[in-house]
């Protein structure tokens, strides 16, 4: 994962997206989180030469639920614990996580899904 994306961010803070401008802050999470789609987090992904699979999506799926919840971003254990106990398996841990979304797995998962960016977190 090269995250052309995030290399770029302080130049380039929107982009063109099926004919919308989609604006992000400096650090590269959205600033409307109403205008996520599934589309544009596998775009937002295939920028940072990451290709999303299901159990990617799985896991941004999760992330904007617990988000609309909560209004916080759960910590990589918390992720893990609560889709395995959804799914009934134990399948993900947080070194499952990292596999998934190297180097920070929390802060790429927010930001394919349309979050916003975490404090404090990997």
């Not at 063109?16 to 590269?28: A, R, V």
């Not at 409307?32 to 789609?37: E, L």
Request: aromatic share 14%; glycine share 4%.
């Amino acid at each position: 994962m090269n995250n052309a994306f995030f290399t770029k961010r302080a130049m380039n803070t929107t982009i063109l997206f099926q004919g919308k401008t989609i604006e992000f802050d400096e650090h590269g999470y959205l600033i409307n989180i109403n205008i996520w789609t599934e589309d544009l987090a596998i775009y937002l992904s295939e920028l940072d030469g990451l290709e999303l699979k299901a159990d990617h999506l799985e896991v941004i799926h999760f992330m904007r639920e617990y988000y609309t919840k909560y209004q916080i971003t759960p910590m990589a254990r918390i992720i893990a614990k609560k889709i395995n106990k959804h799914i009934g398996q134990d399948k993900y841990s947080v070194k499952y996580l990292y596999k998934l979304f190297p180097k920070t797995p929390v802060r790429h998962a927010c930001r394919y899904a349309g979050i916003p960016r975490p404090s404090g977190c990997t």
